[in-house]
């Protein structure tokens, strides 16, 4: 009898630890339909309503009256990491002894980790300021459907980084992507709209594919980390990733105006600028859930979509947006790109 227990409490030791060892089942049963639209839908409002509303904050303020790109992403980078500690404290059940024990462990405990993460949080760093400049300088349909060129960069990223091959319908759905851009720069050649307003739309243009290309390295070399066999916890990579990007806002803000000091910090800001810190805060922790929950597919439809409503909201919110067929061939053919790239499973 003493034999026959042994075995049963060793055998469920061992179906605890594999249960634990293989939460596969567990998060494919949280990402049923009734999920994945309720993430694909938020992607899509945060997407278009950040674009929209750097967009619209960047074109209409005084530059006298204008607020840090640098002070908002230290901000958004804070409320990231209140964010993520809370899903910490969340998943051990807000027990405090879990809590330390974990952070301890995997946080404290592994610096050489924490430094690894601080590569991809300088780069998102620079790819947020990034994305106030190019906004600042082109029209938000523009900038949203030129920046997809993500897609390209994160392609090179990956036979660089993780040896990936890619098929031939991959490579075809790069050049439509590439066309379609190309379409849409050409709406702008005759529109002096931007000059007249002291926009300098080759500077916005550089800005959004050094963001494509920011984008690309941080996003494969987070799917690197995720991937690299060690066991610590997907929160506690975000936690790392986040807190480094405190560090490197902080810098920014100092490097960015030599005057910086805390009683200017919040200069500029209003009702609209907190909104956008809350879209770049909460859409920052929406990816790493597309990345642990969702498909490539379903982040592309979400990008398509937001493409869509982008364009569609700004004829309606800035007076100099003009729509010409040569933007409207080249979103849509950008649109099934971006469908076409990632319905491949490779």
Same mark, same amino acid.
């Given at each position: $009898?003493?034999?026959?227990?042994? *075995?049963?409490?060793?055998?469920?030791?061992?179906?605890?630890?594999?249960?634990?060892?293989?939460?596969?089942?567990?998060?494919?049963?949280?990402? &049923?339909?009734?999920?994945?639209?309720?993430?694909?839908?938020?992607?899509?409002?945060?997407?278009?309503?950040?674009?929209? $509303?750097?967009?619209?904050?960047?074109?209409?303020?005084?530059?006298?009256?204008?607020? *840090?790109?640098?002070?908002?992403?230290?901000?958004?980078?804070?409320?990231?990491?209140?964010?993520?500690?809370?899903?910490?404290?969340?998943?051990?059940?807000?027990? @405090?002894?879990?809590?330390?024990?974990?952070? /301890?462990?995997?946080?404290?405990?592994?610096?050489?980790?924490?430094?690894?993460?601080?590569?991809?949080?300088?780069?998102?760093?620079?790819?947020? #300021?990034?994305?106030?400049?190019?906004?600042?300088?082109?029209?938000?349909?523009? @900038?949203?459907?030129?920046?997809?060129?993500?897609?390209?960069?994160?392609?090179?990223?990956?036979?660089?980084?993780?040896?990936?091959?890619?098929?031939?319908?991959?490579?075809?759905?790069?050049?439509?992507?590439?066309? &379609?851009?190309?379409? !849409?720069?050409?709406? #702008?050649?005759?529109?002096?709209?931007?000059?007249?307003?002291?926009?300098?739309?080759?500077?916005?243009?550089?800005?959004?594919?050094?963001?494509?290309?920011?984008? &690309?390295?941080?996003?494969?070399?987070?799917?690197?980390?995720?991937?690299?066999?060690?066991?610590?916890?997907?929160?506690?990579?975000?936690?790392?990733?986040?807190?480094? &990007?405190?560090?490197?806002?902080?810098?920014?803000?100092?490097?960015?105006?030599?005057?910086?000091?805390?009683?200017?910090?919040?200069?500029?800001?209003?009702?609209?600028?907190?909104?956008?810190?809350?879209?770049? *805060?909460?859409?920052?922790?929406?990816?790493?859930?597309?990345?642990?929950?969702?498909?490539?597919?379903?982040?592309?439809?979400?990008?398509?979509?937001?493409?869509?409503?982008?364009?569609?909201? *700004?004829?309606?919110?800035?007076? /100099? !947006?003009?729509?010409?067929?040569?933007?409207?061939?080249?979103?849509?053919?950008?649109?099934?790109?971006?469908?076409? @790239?990632?319905?491949? #499973?490779?």
């Amino acid at each position: $009898m003493v034999a026959s227990k042994d *075995s049963e409490i060793e055998l469920e030791r061992l179906i605890i630890e594999d249960d634990a060892e293989k939460p596969l089942p567990r998060q494919h049963t949280n990402s &049923g339909f009734i999920f994945k639209a309720y993430v694909i839908c938020s992607m899509t409002i945060l997407w278009t309503g950040y674009t929209l $509303m750097v967009r619209y904050t960047r074109s209409t303020t005084p530059s006298a009256e204008l607020y *840090s790109s640098c002070a908002v992403v230290f901000l958004s980078e804070l409320v990231k990491c209140s964010i993520v500690i809370g899903f910490i404290a969340w998943e051990s059940n807000f027990c @405090y002894k879990k809590i330390h024990t974990l952070l /301890s462990r995997e946080f404290f405990g592994k610096p050489i980790e924490l430094l690894k993460m601080s590569v991809p949080s300088m780069t998102y760093a620079i790819q947020n #300021n990034l994305d106030f400049i190019a906004l600042s300088n082109l029209d938000a349909g523009v @900038y949203q459907v030129t920046a997809q060129l993500k897609v390209v960069t994160t392609a090179i990223f990956m036979m660089l980084f993780l040896g990936r091959k890619f098929s031939g319908r991959r490579w075809l759905a790069i050049l439509f992507l590439f066309a &379609g851009v190309a379409l !849409v720069q050409l709406n #702008n050649v005759d529109d002096k709209s931007s000059k007249n307003k002291g926009e300098n739309h080759f500077k916005g243009l550089i800005a959004v594919l050094s963001t494509c290309v920011t984008a &690309g390295f941080a996003g494969v070399y987070f799917e690197m980390m995720l991937k690299d066999g060690s066991s610590t916890p997907f929160w506690i990579r975000n936690l790392q990733m986040y807190t480094c &990007g405190i560090f490197w806002a902080f810098i920014g803000c100092y490097m960015s105006d030599g005057n910086f000091s805390l009683s200017n910090f919040q200069h500029g800001f209003n009702s609209f600028v907190y909104i956008i810190i809350g879209f770049l *805060s909460v859409g920052g922790i929406y990816i790493s859930l597309v990345m642990k929950h969702l498909d490539n597919l379903h982040k592309s439809f979400a990008s398509a979509v937001s493409i869509i409503l982008v364009v569609i909201l *700004s004829l309606f919110i800035f007076e /100099s !947006v003009h729509i010409g067929l040569y933007f409207v061939f080249g979103s849509c053919i950008v649109c099934g790109a971006i469908m076409l @790239y990632n319905s491949v #499973n490779e």
